[in-house]
Structures are given as C-alpha cells and as structure tokens.
C-alpha cells in the first residue's frame, strides 16, 4: 500500500518584499485506500499544504519532508509527481487555452501511465465516466477550464481523477461553489474511486457540509500553519456544532 508522509512541513511565501512562514511544521500520513479531511478556517494554509505538495515555483519549503513510498517527492518535477501516483486538484485551476478536456485527458492519462491507452476502450472509459458525472458528452471538445462554471471545474477534476486512478489524490475545496445537486454528484465519483480501496484521499475544506456524503475516516483541524488536532469522523461534528475557535486562540491565522 502506498504511503504519502509529510513529517514537520515548513513553507513559505515571499509577500511584499518579506518572507512569510505560513506552514509550521506539518505532520500528516495518508496510506492508500484511506480518506482524510482536513478541515480549517480560511487562512490557515490549507491551500498552501496542497501547492506545496504540487510543486508550486511559488512556495518554499524551508524544512521538512515529504515522501511517497520514501521516494522524496519534494526533489520531484510536477511531471514526476503525477507518475509517481499523486494527484493534486487546485482550489483555483488554470485555464489551458486551446487544448480540449479529451486530449489534456488522454496527454495526462499517457503521462501518467508511461503509455497512450488503448484508443476504443479509452474512448468508452471517458464516455462512461463523464456519463457518471453527468457530463454532457460535448463537454470533451471544450477547452479545460476556460469559461467553466465552479461546477463544471469540480466535475472536471473528479473526471480526472476516476480516468486517472492515482494512489493518493489531494483534493483542496472540492466542493466550494457548488450547489447540492453538484455537491452530490461531485462526492459520487469521489466515492467510486475511494470504493476501488486503492486511492488515498486527502480531502481539504473550509466547510462540513461534504463529509455529509464522504464519510471520512480521519478529520484533521488545520489552524495556524500546522495540523491542531486529529480524530474520526465525529470530530467533524464537533466542529459543524463549535466552530475553529478552540484551535485558532492564541495565534494569529492572518
Ligand atoms: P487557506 O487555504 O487555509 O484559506 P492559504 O494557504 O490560501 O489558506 O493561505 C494561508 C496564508 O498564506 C494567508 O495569509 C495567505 O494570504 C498567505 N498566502 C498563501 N499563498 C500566498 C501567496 N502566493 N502569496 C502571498 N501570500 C500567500
Ligand atoms: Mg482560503
Ligand atoms: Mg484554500
């Protein structure tokens, strides 16, 4: 079973001519075929855990690790880390002008597979998947991303990863902006891949009202650059009921 592990995590950000530690020591291990949710209150540094884990130019890790199978993914190119089995959703995902959902599918399912996928069954495989998602088959000639609806932007990601099978899959606000029909349908694919019990899932929001749908089997609290506290499913609730504001006093979550 592959194993991410991020062991004491530091990153930061240049902002105004200053450098700014925003992740302070992050510890967190995903095995495949578990589901996590991190949770926390905007700010914290969610988003910058998972540009982090992608290799963002704009992110500096300044101490720590990270590994998946003990192969260290921070010396990793972006390329690298997608054939190595992650997969990383943006909460703000890039507009790819002039290159169509099917072939950013196919060029990604290539790159990640070593090899083109059979062309027919392929072609079934994303029909089917699409057809899961309730996708509209045209959907496929658009361009990725450019004019997308929140929803359409989160369904495309799920799309991705069902086609894309990775062993551990980072999820940042899969479910910011969409509404309880898309919700569901978004959580749907989510839970067909979890179903597989090959794909890690790391599943990052601001609010609990996903994990209506997946049931997660651990939840983390993230305040103020690290991970506060750790628990099962029924942390989730405390904090539907309480709030961040146990985890966010005494430091500043800017
Ligand atoms: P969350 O996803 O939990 O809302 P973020 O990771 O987006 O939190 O942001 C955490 C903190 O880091 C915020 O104070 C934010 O302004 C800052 N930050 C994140 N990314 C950048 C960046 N690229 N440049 C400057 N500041 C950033
Ligand atoms: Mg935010
Ligand atoms: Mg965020």
């Known amino acids: 079973?592959?194993?991410?592990?991020?062991?004491?995590?530091h990153v930061s950000v240049e902002a105004d001519n200053a450098t700014k530690e925003i992740l302070k020591g992050v510890d967190l291990t995903v095995k495949q075929g578990e589901?996590?949710?991190?949770?926390?209150?905007?700010?914290?540094?969610?988003?910058?855990?998972?540009y982090s884990l992608a290799g963002h130019p704009k992110y500096t890790i300044t101490g720590g690790t990270v590994t998946l199978d003990g192969e260290d993914v921070l010396e990793m190119s972006?390329?690298?880390r997608a054939r190595a089995g992650l997969f990383l959703a943006m909460q703000y995902p890039v507009e790819i002008p002039g290159v169509s959902v099917s072939n950013?599918?196919?060029?990604?399912?290539?790159a990640v597979r070593g090899e083109a996928p059979k062309l027919r069954t392929w072609v079934k495989e994303v029909k089917e998947t699409m057809a899961g998602l309730q996708m509209d088959p045209s959907f496929a000639e658009r361009n990725v991303n450019e004019g997308f609806s929140g929803g359409e932007k989160k369904r495309h990601e799920i799309l991705q990863l069902e086609l894309l099978k990775p062993k551990i899959a980072v999820l940042d606000e899969t479910d910011s902006g969409l509404d309880v029909d898309a919700l569901k349908t978004v959580s749907e694919g989510v839970n067909r891949v979890r179903a597989t019990g090959?794909?890690?899932?790391?599943?990052?929001?601001?609010?609990?009202?996903?994990?209506?749908?997946?049931?997660?089997?651990?939840?983390h609290v993230f305040a103020n650059g690290r991970i506060a506290a750790s628990g099962g499913a029924e942390l989730a609730d405390q904090l539907e009921n309480e709030g961040y504001e146990a985890y966010t006093k005494g430091g500043a979550s800017a």
Do not use: C
């Open 198 to 219: 090959e794909v890690g899932t790391l599943l990052i929001t601001h609010y609990t009202r996903i994990l209506k749908y997946i049931q997660p089997d651990f939840v």
């Open 1 to 9: 079973m592959a194993t991410l592990e991020i062991r004491d995590l």
């Open 104 to 110: 950013f599918l196919r060029t990604s399912a290539t």
């Open 78 to 80: 972006v390329d690298e």
């Open 35 to 50: 589901t996590h949710a991190i949770m926390g209150p905007n700010g914290s540094g969610k988003s910058t855990l998972a």
